[in-house]
């Protein structure tokens, strides 16, 4: 069984080492080209290309599929059956007419709910309790392709778009084995989504990260943990940005203005939280915070350096 790979990110990484690992011949493994980063603006490999590298595997970095010679040396793998995770190209309908069993996509979310660009951090700022992976054979729309299998897990009071994310990449190599296998053996009818049930997410902008005050308590913690470990949810502070990295909901009426710094007492901030900053209708308590060009730290640990934070008005947007 030939199998031609095509994932970037780190979530896509589990997978492909389970098809390594289980001895499918992985003829070739696609990936975004490498891209400049960090302030020297050195080129960095997808975590997808080292693990291929590393394995000593056939890579590819197509800028797109669509062109006749991308086509032509696609088909000179002579791919039984393509997996797709996280690639961050569509694939035209001649990409996915080449392979013998078609192409699988392997998505990280419950389908219909949370096609496109960034499901994780949608479920997380959605409130739900559960997300999960869906395999599907893919067609030419965006995350539209009949479900072949899917897998739930909970999401947690503290699970970031990181975290929760990992969690995720890890299911998908337990699912990938089981759905491979049943579908090569055609015991899997693909059931069509319902598109009246079809949400779709779209990428995150760095300036989605910036706190509005006035929002609802609930709704910006779940901001802190959608964004991060990217965009980060940020704040500023006497100039510089001001990421909160860790915080909590805590249950208080409207006491305080929007973006109004209190020190917590310690009934008031039972949750870890030693400071509060008001919201639309509460208060969010910070527990971790980092100021920019500084290191991630402890909510007390910035107190003790910014004796002046408690009190002052954040701005509102």
């Not at 392709?145 to 337990?174: F, H, P």
Request: proline share 7%; charged share 20%.
């Amino acid at each position: 069984m030939r199998v031609v790979f095509m994932g970037t990110p780190e979530f896509a990484v589990p997978c492909l080492e389970h098809l390594i690992l289980n001895q499918y011949q992985v003829a070739a493994v696609y990936t975004q080209p490498d891209k400049p980063v960090g302030r020297g603006r050195s080129l960095a490999s997808p975590p997808v290309k080292r693990v291929a590298l590393n394995w000593k595997l056939p890579v590819v970095q197509p800028v797109s599929l669509g062109k006749a010679e991308a086509m032509e040396e696609l088909a000179s793998y002579y791919p039984d059956i393509i997996v797709v995770a996280a690639f961050g190209h569509i694939l035209p309908q001649s990409v996915l007419d080449i392979a013998k069993y078609g192409c699988i996509n392997i998505h990280p979310s419950l389908l219909p709910r949370f096609r496109g660009a960034s499901p994780v951090a949608a479920a997380i700022l959605a409130g739900d309790d559960f997300t999960g992976v869906t395999t599907m054979l893919m067609d030419s729309g965006l995350d539209a392709g009949s479900i072949l299998t899917k897998a739930q897990i909970s999401i947690s009071a503290v699970d970031t778009t990181g975290s929760l994310t990992a969690k995720l990449s890890q299911v998908a190599a337990r699912v990938l084995q089981e759905v491979l296998d049943c579908w090569l053996r055609g015991e899997i009818i693909p059931q069509p989504q319902n598109e009246a049930e079809a949400i779709y997410s779209s990428s995150i902008t760095k300036e989605e990260g910036e706190i509005d005050w006035h929002l609802p308590t609930v709704d910006i913690w779940r901001r802190v943990r959608a964004f991060h470990p990217w965009p980060g949810c940020y704040t500023r502070w006497q100039g510089k940005q001001l990421k909160i990295i860790e915080a909590v909901p805590l249950l208080q009426e409207r006491t305080l203005h929007a973006g109004q710094v209190v020190v917590l007492t310690p009934t008031s901030g039972k949750s870890g939280a030693v400071f509060g900053v008001g919201a639309g209708d509460g208060l969010l308590g910070v527990l971790k915070v980092q100021l920019e060009g500084k290191r991630a730290i402890s909510a007390t640990e910035f107190l003790r350096g910014q004796r002046q934070f408690i009190g002052s008005i954040l701005p509102l947007d």
